[in-house]
């Protein structure tokens, strides 16, 4: 069954999606439960994952962590499906406040 299954895949071209969605569906058994928490994949677009931290400081654990976690993906999906990881934190802090604004600087503006 297991063989019929990939033939149909590789013949309907949805090889790729299925590893992309294997990555996405099982990534907090390849990242674990507490990195899982923190960070969550947002995209996925060709080789390339985008995740996104809850925190600064999970930003920067996540790219402390980005090769082992490659290895890792490399081990339970499959070698090459995901060859970059891009990391996003959070925002920054919004400076818009109300339904009216000016369109000049805004509050940095001063200082002259």
Same mark, same amino acid.
């Given at each position: 069954?297991?063989?019929?299954m990939q033939r149909?895949?590789?013949?309907?071209?949805?090889?790729?999606?299925?590893?992309?969605?294997?990555?996405?569906?099982?990534? $907090?058994? &390849? @990242?674990?439960?507490?990195?899982?928490?923190?960070?969550?994949?947002? %995209?996925?677009?060709?080789?390339? /994952?985008?995740?996104?931290?809850?925190?600064?400081?999970?930003?920067?654990?996540?790219?402390?962590?980005?090769?082992?976690?490659?290895?890792?993906?490399?081990?339970?999906?499959? $070698?090459? &499906? @995901?060859?970059?990881?891009?990391?996003?934190?959070?925002?920054?802090? %919004?400076?818009?406040?109300?339904? /009216?604004?000016?369109?000049?600087?805004?509050?940095?503006?001063?200082?002259?």
């Amino acid at each position: 069954m297991g063989n019929e299954m990939q033939r149909l895949f590789s013949h309907r071209g949805w090889k790729v999606d299925v590893q992309v969605g294997s990555v996405i569906g099982r990534w $907090p058994n &390849i @990242v674990g439960a507490q990195v899982s928490a923190h960070i969550e994949p947002i %995209s996925f677009e060709g080789t390339v /994952l985008t995740v996104l931290a809850d925190s600064t400081a999970w930003a920067t654990q996540m790219k402390l962590l980005q090769s082992s976690i490659l290895t890792r993906i490399d081990a339970e999906v499959g $070698p090459g &499906i @995901v060859t970059e990881i891009i990391v996003k934190g959070p925002g920054g802090p %919004s400076w818009k406040k109300g339904r /009216l604004r000016s369109s000049g600087p805004g509050p940095r503006d001063t200082y002259g």
